[in-house]
């Protein structure tokens, strides 16, 4: 994965993880935008068998619980597509602001290409109980909630907040593990 100080050790198992613009640019305020994240992940379960507990996706970042075959594989999968598919769309709709933010930020030893779009890493922490799953699916239902966007999670339109309220959300998630 990249330059991360972080590991996976158990590429199996579930992990808590975070994905994050460089710089904090607000990426996902549009649906389309938001749509290559969720195609993406749809993809990666059907090829990768990618297993997502629980997610959120704000404005420049999102929360996962996730696991898969070989997850740093499915993760720099993920970052690599989504980060092609969105630049291609901030080219499309000249969006000239943000797409000169991603090639100022970028760090120097990215010399493939001319923009960065993620943060290097995804600071994926494993899941060693019942207990921290379920603590970590809370934190990541209740993020739009604490950042004042909505009143209760299930009404966060990019969560599984919903799906464990009984509703059908945009991915399906699994929620027995």
């Known amino acids: 994965m990249g330059r991360s100080r972080y590991k996976i050790y158990e590429p199996t ?6 994905c994050t613009v460089l710089h904090w640019i607000p990426i996902f305020t549009r649906t389309d935008s938001v ?10 379960k059907e090829v990768d068998n990618l297993k997502i507990y629980a997610y959120v996706i704000l404005e ?8 898969s075959d070989d997850l740093d594989n499915s993760i720099k999968k993920f970052k690599s597509f989504t980060a092609k598919e969105i ?6 709709h000249n969006v000239k602001m943000i797409l000169d ?17 993620w943060q290097e890493g995804s600071a994926p922490k494993l899941i060693q109980s019942d207990a921290m799953m379920i603590e970590r699916i ?18 966060w339109r990019y969560s599984s907040a919903r799906d ?14």
Request: hydrophobic share 35%; glycine share 4%; aromatic share 14%.
């Open 13 to 18: 198992h579930p992990h808590f993880i975070t």
């Open 35 to 44: 749509q290559i994240l969720i195609d993406s992940l749809n993809y990666l």
């Open 60 to 67: 420049n970042h999102l929360h996962m619980i996730i696991q």
């Open 87 to 92: 630049l291609k769309l901030l080219h499309t």
């Open 101 to 117: 933010q991603l090639a100022f930020y970028k760090k120097a030893h990215k010399t493939d290409s001319k923009y960065q779009l």
């Open 138 to 155: 809370n934190y990541i239902h209740n993020n739009p909630v604490k950042r004042g966007y909505v009143d209760e999670a299930k009404y």
């Open 164 to 177: 464990y309220e009984g509703n059908e959300g945009l991915i399906e998630v699994e929620r027995f593990w």
